[in-house]
Protein backbone atom coordinates (compact mmCIF):
# COMPACT_ATOMS: atom_id res chain seq x y z
CA UNK A 1 0.00 0.00 0.00
CA UNK A 2 1.00 3.26 -1.16
CA UNK A 3 2.30 6.10 1.58
CA UNK A 4 -1.32 7.47 0.15
CA UNK A 5 -3.73 5.29 1.75
CA UNK A 6 -3.98 3.42 -2.05
CA UNK A 7 -3.18 0.45 -3.35
CA UNK A 8 -0.42 0.10 -5.79
CA UNK A 9 -0.58 -2.57 -8.54
CA UNK A 10 2.68 -3.84 -9.76
CA UNK A 11 3.04 -6.07 -12.93
CA UNK A 12 5.94 -8.53 -12.91
CA UNK A 13 7.52 -9.01 -16.66
CA UNK A 14 7.47 -13.05 -17.09
CA UNK A 15 10.42 -14.76 -17.30
CA UNK A 16 11.56 -16.30 -20.45
CA UNK A 17 13.62 -19.56 -20.75
CA UNK A 18 16.59 -17.77 -21.52
CA UNK A 19 16.65 -16.07 -18.37
CA UNK A 20 16.46 -19.67 -15.91
CA UNK A 21 20.02 -21.27 -17.03
CA UNK A 22 21.76 -23.96 -15.91
CA UNK A 23 25.39 -23.77 -17.44
CA UNK A 24 27.78 -27.05 -16.77
CA UNK A 25 31.47 -26.69 -17.66
CA UNK A 26 34.54 -28.74 -16.67
CA UNK A 27 37.49 -30.38 -17.63
CA UNK A 28 37.96 -34.21 -17.53
CA UNK A 29 41.16 -35.94 -17.83
CA UNK A 30 40.92 -39.80 -18.84
CA UNK A 31 43.68 -42.05 -18.01
CA UNK A 32 44.45 -45.25 -20.53
CA UNK A 33 43.05 -47.37 -17.78
CA UNK A 34 39.39 -45.60 -18.71
CA UNK A 35 39.47 -43.56 -14.80
CA UNK A 36 38.38 -40.27 -14.88
CA UNK A 37 39.07 -37.08 -12.76
CA UNK A 38 38.65 -33.60 -12.77
CA UNK A 39 36.76 -30.65 -11.95
CA UNK A 40 32.93 -29.36 -12.77
CA UNK A 41 31.54 -26.26 -12.52
CA UNK A 42 27.91 -25.95 -12.42
CA UNK A 43 26.03 -22.18 -12.22
CA UNK A 44 22.55 -22.08 -11.72
CA UNK A 45 20.44 -18.18 -13.03
CA UNK A 46 16.95 -17.19 -12.94
CA UNK A 47 14.54 -19.45 -10.67
CA UNK A 48 16.75 -22.20 -10.32
CA UNK A 49 19.32 -20.48 -8.56
CA UNK A 50 16.42 -19.11 -6.60
CA UNK A 51 14.84 -21.72 -5.26
CA UNK A 52 18.16 -23.36 -4.53
CA UNK A 53 18.24 -19.97 -2.18
CA UNK A 54 15.49 -19.83 -0.71
CA UNK A 55 15.97 -23.83 1.01
CA UNK A 56 19.24 -22.43 2.18
CA UNK A 57 17.25 -19.45 4.08
CA UNK A 58 14.65 -22.54 4.86
CA UNK A 59 17.15 -25.10 5.93
CA UNK A 60 20.86 -24.24 5.69
CA UNK A 61 23.37 -24.47 3.23
CA UNK A 62 24.14 -27.93 3.70
CA UNK A 63 20.94 -29.22 2.49
CA UNK A 64 21.28 -26.71 -0.83
CA UNK A 65 24.84 -28.88 -1.04
CA UNK A 66 22.86 -32.37 -0.36
CA UNK A 67 20.15 -31.45 -3.27
CA UNK A 68 22.61 -30.64 -5.44
CA UNK A 69 24.67 -33.33 -4.87
CA UNK A 70 21.83 -35.72 -5.26
CA UNK A 71 20.77 -33.97 -8.63
CA UNK A 72 24.60 -34.16 -10.04
CA UNK A 73 24.37 -37.63 -9.28
CA UNK A 74 21.83 -38.41 -11.38
CA UNK A 75 23.11 -36.71 -14.13
CA UNK A 76 26.53 -38.21 -14.35
CA UNK A 77 27.24 -42.10 -15.50
CA UNK A 78 27.76 -44.81 -13.25
CA UNK A 79 30.83 -45.07 -11.74
CA UNK A 80 31.63 -41.67 -11.46
CA UNK A 81 31.82 -40.37 -8.21
CA UNK A 82 30.67 -36.03 -7.69
CA UNK A 83 30.86 -34.28 -4.39
CA UNK A 84 30.22 -30.58 -3.86
CA UNK A 85 33.43 -29.15 -3.33
CA UNK A 86 31.87 -25.76 -2.43
CA UNK A 87 29.30 -22.94 -3.37
CA UNK A 88 29.58 -19.76 -4.26
CA UNK A 89 26.82 -16.92 -4.69
CA UNK A 90 24.48 -18.48 -2.40
CA UNK A 91 23.71 -15.47 -0.52
CA UNK A 92 23.96 -12.93 -3.02
CA UNK A 93 21.61 -13.19 -5.52
CA UNK A 94 23.11 -10.48 -7.86
CA UNK A 95 25.64 -13.18 -8.72
CA UNK A 96 25.36 -16.82 -10.27
CA UNK A 97 24.86 -19.32 -8.17
CA UNK A 98 27.89 -21.72 -8.60
CA UNK A 99 28.89 -25.36 -7.42
CA UNK A 100 32.65 -26.51 -7.84
CA UNK A 101 32.20 -30.74 -7.79
CA UNK A 102 35.08 -32.30 -8.29
CA UNK A 103 34.93 -35.79 -10.17
CA UNK A 104 36.33 -38.98 -9.90
CA UNK A 105 35.95 -42.86 -10.76
CA UNK A 106 35.85 -44.72 -14.32
CA UNK A 107 33.63 -43.53 -17.30
CA UNK A 108 34.50 -46.47 -19.66
CA UNK A 109 33.95 -49.43 -20.74
CA UNK A 110 36.86 -51.82 -22.07
CA UNK A 111 36.55 -53.61 -25.08
CA UNK A 112 39.58 -55.22 -25.86
CA UNK A 113 42.04 -52.66 -26.39
CA UNK A 114 39.73 -50.18 -26.91
CA UNK A 115 37.87 -47.60 -24.38
CA UNK A 116 33.92 -47.16 -25.11
CA UNK A 117 33.22 -43.44 -23.77
CA UNK A 118 29.43 -42.26 -23.61
CA UNK A 119 28.64 -39.56 -26.20
CA UNK A 120 27.50 -37.10 -23.76
CA UNK A 121 28.45 -36.97 -19.92
CA UNK A 122 25.38 -35.66 -18.53
CA UNK A 123 22.86 -37.39 -19.80
CA UNK A 124 24.02 -41.10 -19.84
CA UNK A 125 21.38 -41.75 -17.07
CA UNK A 126 18.55 -39.97 -19.32
CA UNK A 127 15.36 -41.36 -19.82
CA UNK A 128 12.29 -40.89 -21.99
CA UNK A 129 9.92 -38.74 -20.33
CA UNK A 130 6.72 -39.75 -22.87
CA UNK A 131 7.40 -43.87 -23.07
CA UNK A 132 5.14 -45.28 -25.42
CA UNK A 133 4.01 -47.91 -23.04
CA UNK A 134 0.67 -48.15 -21.56
CA UNK A 135 1.89 -47.02 -17.97
CA UNK A 136 4.09 -44.27 -17.30
CA UNK A 137 7.11 -44.31 -15.29
CA UNK A 138 7.61 -40.21 -14.81
CA UNK A 139 4.77 -37.98 -13.90
CA UNK A 140 4.31 -34.71 -16.36
CA UNK A 141 4.95 -32.06 -14.26
CA UNK A 142 5.76 -28.79 -16.00
CA UNK A 143 8.11 -26.88 -14.04
CA UNK A 144 10.22 -23.89 -14.37
CA UNK A 145 11.28 -23.64 -18.47
CA UNK A 146 14.73 -23.44 -18.63
CA UNK A 147 17.79 -23.74 -20.86
CA UNK A 148 20.54 -26.02 -20.38
CA UNK A 149 24.04 -26.12 -21.53
CA UNK A 150 27.20 -28.06 -21.43
CA UNK A 151 30.42 -28.09 -22.25
CA UNK A 152 32.79 -30.68 -20.69
CA UNK A 153 36.27 -31.35 -23.06
CA UNK A 154 37.75 -34.37 -21.96
CA UNK A 155 41.65 -34.53 -22.11
CA UNK A 156 43.14 -37.93 -23.19
CA UNK A 157 46.90 -39.05 -22.77
CA UNK A 158 49.16 -38.61 -25.43
CA UNK A 159 49.99 -42.06 -27.40
CA UNK A 160 46.09 -43.25 -27.37
CA UNK A 161 45.10 -44.08 -30.84
CA UNK A 162 41.51 -42.50 -31.04
CA UNK A 163 39.45 -44.51 -33.90
CA UNK A 164 36.18 -43.22 -32.80
CA UNK A 165 33.44 -42.39 -35.79
CA UNK A 166 31.38 -39.11 -35.29
CA UNK A 167 27.61 -40.03 -34.89
CA UNK A 168 25.21 -37.06 -35.25
CA UNK A 169 21.70 -37.49 -33.11
CA UNK A 170 18.63 -37.54 -35.69
CA UNK A 171 15.74 -36.80 -33.97
CA UNK A 172 12.88 -40.13 -35.58
CA UNK A 173 9.81 -39.23 -34.00
CA UNK A 174 9.64 -40.11 -30.25
CA UNK A 175 13.53 -41.23 -29.95
CA UNK A 176 16.70 -40.27 -30.80
CA UNK A 177 18.67 -42.21 -32.63
CA UNK A 178 22.15 -41.94 -34.27
CA UNK A 179 24.01 -42.06 -37.89
CA UNK A 180 27.10 -42.93 -38.51
Not at 23 to 33: D, E, H, T, Y
Not at 71 to 89: E, K, L, N, T, Y
Request: with cysteine.
Amino acid sequence: MAASGKVESILTPPQENKDNTVVRVGSLAISPQGTVSGTLKVGFTGQEALLLRQMALRTDANSVKQELERMIAAQVPDGVVARIDHISGLDDSTKQLVAVVPVTGSITNLAGSHLVLPRLFFETKETDPFPAEDSRLLPSICTIPRRSRSRSPMCFPAGLPSKARSRTPVRDGKRMRHTS
